[in-house]
């Protein structure tokens, strides 16, 4: 045979499982020995050495003598000899240093084989065996057979030269004959006990170790050839089995296998000239009836080894076999163990089982079939892939009898070995499973009677048939038919159930079985047999079967369930064939039972594709349904649930199959559930498995809302929040405060993170109703940042039933596998993992903002009586953790919406009536920082009328001093930091917003309570970021942020519509009648404010497009750009944009180069913006189109009224794109877009905020342009009865409009905004704009819920023609919009400037009158609508008389916040210009107020006045308003007062000089000459005897007709007239 073969049968040795445990080592192993023997000189001890070399000496002197002896002498000196050398041996451990041992090996196995033959010369067999049994267990000086024995053991394991020598001397011939008669004839030798002798056993091992050394070697079989004694001993083993030494089959069965391993061709030649094979076989079938079966088996086992070794060199033995009936031999033999228990652990049985297994591949030539593939098949297999050349299946012979034996016997060991030698062939060669069951069809034969067979063997069977699909990829039809035949007969229930099994496995491997079982019949025969045990299970409930029958049925039905489950996942068809079948409503009855519920929720999940309606009605349904004791239906369908809702399709269902009110009433059900200690049911359950459920009814509330806008707004507006914060406090952990207590001192805090780790993963002994509590409160923290449905703290539990009542001695740190604050596994992303579901989440967003509003409203319950120091240290731990989620801007306009001001308000009012109550200090900081952003009016009131009441004197006063004088400076410089919140009047450790009231004596309880409402409203009001003073209050605002989805814009339908003459009118949007034509014919205006948060980056620019208006022809598909403005940020420039563009994705957008400009002029002009635009400040940008003739237009662009440039360009083009006439019958839509649309998508870092924004269809003037940016970005109104803030009626101002009424287009403002839907739209407005809106959001034109955000179109109430209603924003995540309620603004409803001035009536030291001064100062500077109603009620004079009345308390800070009032303070940075004329005229022009001021506040302020008089840009204009207020009588009435001093009155005549040089006028004059002609003296007083050197040291001298002062005064007078005269500075007034 070939050596390819020779390897292939190697492989196929690996199986022989021959029971040899005692081998001699390799030829490797003995070149090993060798080397030792070779290199052992420098191994041995030097006197081991020295008796290895005496040896030598000795026999080599030996051999020299020996041809001189008789053989008897040298018989005597070689056994002399021997025994020196086998010490030698065993001191040095086997390893010698012996040159001359293949010698010695060959002279002790001669003599050994001489001594044999000698015993056996002559004597009959018992005899001989005798003798040799003497001969070899001799001992001591007779010993020679022993010792020579021993000799050529040790020898034989030496080396491979060695054992030659010892092959050479006829050893192994001499040693078989010993064998043959040791085996056939035994000898009863036995000890007093009936046990063999000690040295009977040791002789049998070493005597059987040689020959195995001997005969593994070739040599040693062929010298067994020249003698009979194999044959014999062959022969024997057949035939004289039962009668043989039982302590001999062993050894002889090993040493025949030996032998069998090591057969070459002559030995081949020799057993079957010999006819071994044949005569064993028929003495075999002689013993196989008589015999016990195990022994046949060992007997034939030996003759099967020289069959199957044989083969790689020669089939003669094979076909030998073959010819005698060998097969039939063996399945007698394999049928003899029907019945017997010996099969299971005989391992010559096996062994038999393992040789036959490799003979089916034992052939000459290849099987031929024809390949018979039924389709349908995988899609990865491929038959021509499977042939190979490999260990194919060639002898059909020997595989029949594998399959006749498991077709006839039923015994479980012998059939399971049968199938797992199938699975072994299949193993070996892919193709040999089609070669077998293409001719003998084995797995379809065993199909039809596999019922029959024990259980084992049925499982086993069917694991055989799922590796046909599993591992070979390859679907069996026909095989699959008979199973499905099984299943339906249900013979052997548990036969059928195996099958199920296999089936279940099958389908779990690919969709296609889906098909193929439905096709089949098998999806409808399970459905009804389900349905038929549906009824069963509903009309027996409470009824039990016998155990061994409920169980059986029990696990049938739920594989049955588990089958069509896996039929039904991925493929609709089966579920419309399931829903066909009418078998929802049966599915339905196996949820209640919970080894049936797993799969049955499978299937309803299923179901939910393709009827999401019907799913959440079931589950739902059956959540409100159950008990409270049925914890784990709940959770289970809680679970269930969790999956569906990760498909958004199926939150539209949940809510509209009440999905949320049934979930939060199983937390309605749960109360009192973790009382502590718990009572009633709720003490079985186990405070574990209620934690879990509410986890798992948060996990399904937060997962309907994810993503989900509509179901938001919905839980939002119907007041669910509330709901879950009742539900939640019912549970019985949460507790109230019942009477107040002496406050606490904390002087240990800790943080809510320290808190959780301190409570779930410490040995802290917290109470169960305060770890209860943090769970239910991260819970909420999960929910408020959106990942609640991401997170799993409960590990998946058992079915087993006696979990449920598990005592809380764990506590429930013991369900949490995922501690705390930690990342949610990466398993869990499925398909929650969106890009748009990671938005904010390093800025730790606040995704479901009512979720805040719930742990608020249970703040209060955090507190137990007992544990007062526990309570509020918790409590201070929730409000720092949700400080800390409204740290950004965005955070708190988010909560501000959400109405958190008004829920900490309503929730927490005995923290706010006490200012010692531990909460006091952080809820106030908190409601500040989010007032700072929007309060509703009635939230202020309510803060206000929660003024503090002080039970105990708290922190001393210096506190307050220090606080306050931080507060110096106007509010416009408090902060510097440019977008930076926490360092200006958010810092969370600096306490000075919030003054304690104190009872000092110094101060009254009304002023304390008036110092702290000023903080608070200091704080609320104070601006969060350096503005302008136009600019200081934040405006509505729509926000787009371009990081999230890279759009999100403003869209704005039906600007106009240009019909034509036969167009209907029904086609047409807007509201309003008339057409407006489009574009304008005298030119257009685009006005809007704009905040720039965050520019993208250089290589990723996205524009700010501020307007792009888009029309379309009807009947065309083209749709068109016709004009845009945008700002480009990698070069800071504005484009301004009149080219037809067509209006189609950024991708594919190319310059249409092809299309000539017919005009000279371009169609885009572009300006530079420098350094104009600042990140974090409101702008205000106006483009101006002035239309000339010729089609062209002069486009101008302001940057806050400063212009950027003008150039002149195209005018729009009366038709879209390149069209050149319209039909009559068709019309242009018209319409536009704010911001960044889908269709120009692109991703970038881009964040800003739009502010009010307008369309005038004329060109407005730069004047008009300077009074809207005057007006500020909180302007709301449509520039008709405009007034500046400070004008009042020393302005001969008229308001009259800026912009004509009809000439407006739309103006957009965030403040007008709702949320609606698309059917409201189309309700209220009409049709086509509906449509036009859900299109270009991407819903449906019905949708009747969807919240969709309208900024209503503020001028749509004008006259004019036709407008649009608005803008809708277009852009889930994208597009975030925020209306702003400053609490300067909400002020104004609730009492405006009079609270104010009831604050400052109160104050009763500096510090508060600076206080109330400084809020009033803040709010007056900042709302407009303020400062109307401050002079609506007379404030000013209000304000002047009570400071008259705290003269005293008056210091310059309080003028310095005066003047910021007047708007003179910033001289040298801002305008000096007067702004608020009735300030001016009533507080700082009272004169008396200032000059019984203390710190010389008069002097400071006439300062002042000469400062904004003489000033070279204002003054004159100021001269003018001090002229109005009558200034000059005011301060020629002081001179009168005998206390003003010199000084003063110099001042007093330089404010003067300086008004009459800035506005000159005739009745100013004619006042100071009356006043110098009351200073002439009568005749009969000389003045010249008058001396004036000692006026400047009479400073309280009053005038009189002899008073040197009075001339020294009208000489000052005097002097001022002349100094105005000689003034070339000097401006005439109109008189």
């Avoid at 996990?699 to 007041?719: E, R």
């Avoid at 996205?1102 to 083209?1118: A, G």
């Avoid at 009409?1326 to 270009?1336: F, M, S, T, Y």
């Amino acid at each position: 045979m070939d050596k390819a073969a020779e390897l292939t049968w190697q492989l196929k040795d690996s199986l022989d499982k021959d029971g040899q445990q005692n081998q001699s080592p390799h030829d490797g192993d003995k070149a090993e020995v060798l080397l030792q023997t070779v290199q052992s000189k420098d191994k041995l001890p030097q006197s081991q050495t020295l008796q290895w070399e005496t040896l030598s000496r000795q026999f080599v002197e030996y051999k020299q003598v020996a041809p001189f002896l008789i053989p008897e002498e040298q018989q005597r000196r070689l056994l002399n000899f021997l025994p020196l050398f086998l010490k030698a041996w065993e001191q040095s451990a086997g390893v010698t240093t012996f040159p001359n041992i293949q010698l010695l090996a060959s002279e002790v196995s001669k003599l050994l084989t001489k001594e044999i033959k000698r015993n056996l010369s002559g004597k009959p067999a018992e005899e001989a065996r005798l003798a040799l049994e003497q001969l070899l267990q001799q001992k001591g000086e007779a010993g020679d057979g022993r010792l020579l024995l021993k000799s050529v053991y040790l020898l034989s394991q030496t080396d491979l030269r060695t054992m030659w020598n010892i092959i050479e001397s006829g050893l192994p011939a001499a040693l078989l004959q010993c064998l043959y008669l040791f085996f056939t004839f035994p000898l009863k030798k036995t000890n007093d006990d009936g046990e063999k002798i000690d040295d009977d056993t040791q002789t049998q091992e070493i005597l059987v170790k040689i020959m195995l050394n001997m005969y593994r070697e070739k040599q040693a079989v062929e010298e067994l050839l020249s003698a009979d004694k194999l044959q014999s001993l062959i022969i024997a083993t057949a035939s004289l089995w039962h009668q043989c030494s039982h302590s001999w089959k062993v050894p002889t069965g090993r040493v025949l296998r030996t032998i069998s391993k090591a057969q070459t061709k002559n030995s081949i030649m020799y057993l079957q000239a010999m006819d071994c094979i044949k005569i064993a076989i028929q003495n075999l079938f002689k013993l196989a009836d008589t015999l016990p079966a195990c022994d046949v088996c060992e007997a034939a086992s030996i003759i099967l080894c020289f069959v199957k070794d044989s083969y790689p060199i020669s089939s003669a033995l094979l076909t030998e076999f073959e010819n005698n009936d060998g097969y039939q031999l063996l399945l007698k033999i394999f049928l003899r163990y029907e019945g017997l228990q010996q099969s299971e652990g005989d391992p010559y049985l096996q062994e038999i089982l393992d040789m036959l297994t490799c003979l089916t591949t034992c052939g000459k030539t290849e099987l031929k079939v024809s390949g018979n593939i039924v389709h349908p098949q995988l899609p990865h297999f491929n038959f021509e892939r499977t042939r190979s050349s490999g260990m194919t299946v060639k002898n059909l012979q020997a595989f029949q009898v594998l399959q006749s034996i498991f077709q006839k016997s039923n015994d479980q060991h012998l059939c399971g070995r049968i199938l797992a030698a199938i699975g072994i062939i299949w193993a070996w060669d892919t193709v040999n499973f089609f070669l077998l069951e293409w001719t003998l069809q084995p797995i379809s034969q065993f199909t039809d009677i596999i019922h029959f067979k024990p259980h084992p063997v049925q499982v086993q069977f069917f694991r055989l048939v799922e590796s046909i699909v599993l591992d070979l990829s390859y679907i069996p039809h026909e095989i699959l038919k008979k199973i499905q035949y099984l299943i339906k007969e249900n013979v052997v229930p548990f036969c059928t159930l195996a099958a199920l099994r296999c089936l279940l496995s099958i389908t779990k491997k690919d969709l296609l079985f889906s098909d193929i079982f439905r096709d089949s019949g098998l999806l409808g025969l399970l459905l009804a047999l389900l349905r038929k045990q549906a009824k069963i299970l509903r009309k027996s409930a409470g009824t039990h079967l016998s155990g061994l029958e409920e169980g059986t049925e029990k696990e049938l039905n739920a594989v049955m369930l588990s089958m069509v489950a896996a039929l039904t996942v991925g493929s609709v068809r089966n579920i419309v064939v399931l829903k066909d079948y009418g078998m929802v409503p049966y599915i339905k009855i196996f949820l209640d039972d919970e080894c049936y519920r797993s799969a049955t929720l499978s299937i309803l999940e299923q179901l939910s594709v393709i009827n999401y309606e019907e799913y959440m009605s079931i589950i739902i349904g059956a959540l409100c349904s159950s008990t409270q004791g049925e914890l784990h239906l709940k959770l289970d369908l809680l679970k269930s649930l969790q999956r569906v809702l990760e498909s958004p399709k199926s939150h539209s269902a949940f809510r509209t199959c009440s999905g949320f009110n049934g979930l939060l009433s199983l937390l309605s059900d749960m109360e009192g559930a973790l009382q502590d200690p718990p009572t009633g049911l709720w003490a079985a359950v186990g405070q574990n498995c209620i934690l879990e459920l509410v986890f798992y009814t948060l996990q399904g509330i937060t997962a309907a809302l994810h993503l989900d806008p509509v179901n938001s707004n919905f839980f939002q507006s119907n007041g669910l929040f509330e709901k879950m914060a009742e539900d939640l406090g019912s549970l019985g952990c949460f507790w109230t405060q019942r009477e107040w207590q002496i406050p606490v001192s904390l002087e240990k805090t800790r943080t809510f993170a320290e808190f959780l780790d301190a409570a779930f993963c410490s040995s802290e002994p917290f109470p169960k109703w305060l770890k209860n509590c943090m769970w239910i409160l991260n819970f909420l923290d999960h929910m408020v940042k959106g990942t609640l449905h991401l997170e799993s703290y409960f590990k998946d539990r058992k079915p087993d039933m006696g979990e449920a009542s598990r005592g809380d001695e764990e506590g429930p740190q013991a369900f949490a596998f995922n501690k705390l604050g930690n990342k949610f596994p990466a398993s869990s992303n499925r398909l929650w993992g969106n890009p748009e579901e990671k938005w904010e989440m390093e800025d730790c967003a606040i995704v479901h903002p009512g979720a805040v509003c719930v742990m608020v409203r249970l703040l209060p319950k955090l507190y137990k009586e007992g544990h007062s120091q526990l309570s509020h240290e918790i409590q201070c731990a929730v409000v720092d953790h949700i400080q800390s989620l409204v740290k950004s801007e965005k955070s708190r306009q988010v909560m501000c919406g959400s109405g958190l001001l008004s829920t900490i308000i309503t929730s927490c009012q005995d923290a706010f009536r006490s200012d010692s109550h531990p909460l006091h200090l952080p809820l106030t900081r908190l409601f500040e920082k989010l007032a700072s952003q929007a309060i509703e009016p009635d939230v202020l009131r309510q803060f206000l009328s929660l003024g503090g009441s002080p039970l105990q004197p708290s922190r001393p006063s210096s506190s307050k001093t220090k606080a306050l004088s931080y507060q110096e400076s106007d509010s416009t410089n408090v902060a510097q930091n440019e977008g930076s919140e926490e360092g200006i009047a958010d810092n969370e450790t600096d306490p000075q917003t919030v003054v304690p009231v104190s009872r000092s004596p110094w101060m009254s309880k009304g002023s304390a309570l008036a110092l702290q409402t000023a903080m608070s409203l200091i704080s609320m009001t104070s601006p969060r970021n350096f503005q302008l003073r136009s600019t200081a209050l934040a405006p509505s605002f729509v926000e787009f942020d371009m990081s999230i989805e890279g759009y999100g814009c403003l869209y704005l339908p039906t600007l106009a519509t240009v019909m034509g003459p036969s167009a209907e009118q029904s086609v047409s949007g807007g509201i309003g009648m008339g057409t407006r034509m489009f574009p304008p014919s005298s030119g257009l205006t685009v006005s809007c404010w704009f905040l720039v948060s965050k520019f993208g980056l250089v290589h990723n620019s996205h524009p700010l497009r501020f307007l792009t208006v888009v029309r379309h022809m009807s009947r065309t598909e083209q749709e068109f750009v016709c004009f845009s403005v945008s700002f480009l940020p990698q070069d800071h420039s504005l484009v301004i944009s009149t080219e037809e563009v067509e209006f189609q994705p950024l991708d594919i957008m190319e310059p249409e180069s092809e299309v000539p400009n017919p005009s000279p002029l371009p169609g885009q002009v572009q300006f530079g913006c420098g350094k104009l635009l600042v990140t974090g400040q409101w702008h205000h940008l106006t483009v101006t189109l002035a239309k000339e003739a010729k089609k062209n237009c002069i486009a101008s662009a302001y940057i806050n009224g400063q212009m950027l440039g003008s150039a002149k360009m195209q005018y729009l083009q009366p038709l879209p794109g390149s069209c050149i006439s319209m039909e009559p019958s068709s019309f242009i839509d018209v319409y536009g877009y704010i911001a960044t649309p889908r269709i120009w998508r692109q991703k970038s870092s881009l964040t800003w905020r739009l502010g009010p924004a307008y369309l005038f269809e004329e060109a407005i003037s730069v004047g008009t342009i300077e009074v809207i940016n005057k007006l500020g970005p909180q302007y709301c109104s449509n520039f008709q009865a405009v007034q500046l803030q400070g004008e009042d009626k020393y302005d001969d101002h008229n308001p009259t409009p800026l912009v004509a009424e009809e000439k407006i287009s739309f103006g957009i403002n965030a403040m007008c905004s709702s949320l609606t839907t698309v059917q409201d739209i189309k309700s209220f407005y009409n049709e086509v704009d509906g449509r036009l809106i859900a299109k270009e959001i991407g819903i449906n034109s019905r949708d009747s819920s969807t919240p969709i955000f309208l900024a209503k179109n503020i001028a749509g109430h004008l006259s004019g023609s036709l407008r649009t209603i608005g803008s809708v924003a277009v852009g889930q995540y994208g597009v975030r919009l925020f209306q702003s309620s400053a609490a300067a603004t909400s002020l104004n409803f609730i009492g405006g400037p009079a609270i104010l001035l009831g604050l400052i009536a109160m104050a009763c030291d500096d510090h508060t009158l600076y206080a109330t001064v400084k809020v009033l100062n803040s709010i007056l500077n900042s709302s407009p609508m303020s400062e109307k109603l401050m002079r609506h009620i007379r404030g000013y004079q209000l304000l002047t008389y009570l400071l008259k009345r705290k003269t005293q308390l008056l210091n310059n800070r309080i003028l310095q916040l005066m003047l910021s009032l007047v708007g003179t303070a910033e001289l040298g940075f801002e305008s000096s210009v007067i702004k608020n004329y009735s300030a001016f005229q009533y507080v700082l022009c009272n004169f008396e107020l200032w000059m019984k001021a203390p710190e010389n506040l008069d002097l400071a302020l006439f300062s002042h006045l000469v400062e904004i008089l003489q000033s070279s840009r204002d003054g004159s204009q100021n001269a003018a308003v001090a002229y109005q207020v009558q200034m000059v009588p005011k301060l020629i009435f002081l001179f009168n007062n005998p206390e003003i001093s010199n000084s003063r009155i110099t001042v007093a005549c330089n404010i003067i000089s300086h008004l009459l040089q800035g506005y000159f006028n005739t009745t100013d004059v004619l006042r100071i000459g009356l006043f110098l002609v009351y200073t002439l003296k009568p005749s009969s007083v000389d003045e010249n005897q008058i001396c004036l050197d000692g006026v400047a040291e009479m400073p309280n001298e009053a005038l009189s007709q002899t008073s040197g002062k009075t001339i020294w005064l009208r000489n000052q007078l005097l002097k001022t007239l002349l100094d105005v005269m000689y003034s070339d500075k000097l401006h005439l007034s109109s008189e």
